[in-house]
T-cell receptor
Framework: DTGVSQDPRHKITKRGQNVTFRCDPISEHNRLYWYRQTLGQGPEFLTYFQNEAQLEKSRLLSDRFSAERPKGSFSTLEIQRTEQGDSAMYLC?????????????FGPGTRLTVL | ELKVEQNPLFLSMQEGKNYTIYCNYSTTSDRLYWYRQDPGKSLESLFVLLSNGAVKQEGRLMASLDTKARLSTLHITAAVHDLSATYFCAGEFQFYFGTGTSLTVIP
């Protein structure tokens, strides 16, 4: 059973550069979530997909952030013109619609450092 | 928007002792989730509480939910060092996480 995978695991970039992260959910899961976590804080919800439809977006998701899930499988999160405040762990999770528990399974995360 | 507050934020306890972590949330949420996170790692699901009065136990951890009081508790029995981690509760389809409780169990 393959869990949620994320790539890359670490990314160091200079301020102003664009970065893109990828998330591959558990294969039968049709829901996919992105969160951001900074040191000492709980995960903050960014956005949520059901299949290819983006159903929820947090106010935290500024216009520099965009997420896609074009075929309802993997997802990408792009940050344009990165700022130092974007440095965080970006977590992806997936779940299965119809699962009574609606339990989310998290990937290992991508740690972003903006210099 | 659901607000989730945990206390304490930091907990240092001796091995063998018992303690309870509290999770309060601001609006109605029929479900409550508990996660564990080890330093530098991702989140591991511990418990899913689906209704008022739900109680789940796994090893030395027991979680309960009181939806009327908007309160969930995570009780630790006879703590051991392996339980050292940060514990998060989350509500409303897991979009809203608490601030976390950093637990350190001292030998």
């Amino acid at each position: 059973d393959t869990g949620v995978s994320q790539d890359p695991r670490h990314k160091i970039t200079k301020r102003g550069q664009n970065v893109t992260f990828r998330c591959d959910p558990i294969s039968e899961h049709n829901r996919l979530y992105w969160y951001r976590q900074t040191l000492g804080q709980g995960p903050e919800f960014l956005t949520y997909f059901q299949n290819e439809a983006q159903l929820e977006k947090s106010r935290l998701l500024s216009d520099r952030f965009s997420a896609e899930r074009p075929k309802g499988s993997f997802s990408t999160l792009e940050i344009q013109r990165t700022e130092q405040g974007d440095s965080a762990m970006y977590l992806c999770a997936s779940s299965l619609e119809g699962d009574t528990n609606n339990e989310q399974f998290f990937g290992p995360g991508t740690r972003l450092t903006v210099l | 928007e659901l607000k989730v507050e945990q206390n304490p934020l930091f907990l240092s306890m001796q091995e063998g002792k018992n303690y309870t972590i509290y999770c309060n949330y601001s609006t109605t949420s029929d479900r409550l989730y508990w996660y564990r996170q080890d330093p530098g790692k991702s989140l591991e699901s511990l418990f899913v509480l689906l209704s008022n009065g739900a109680v789940k136990q796994e090893g030395r951890l027991m979680a309960s939910l009181d939806t009327k009081a908007r309160l969930s508790t995570l009780h630790i029995t006879a703590a051991v060092h392996d339980l050292s981690a940060t514990y998060f509760c989350a509500g409303e389809f897991q979009f809203y996480f608490g601030t976390g409780t950093s637990l350190t169990v001292i030998p």
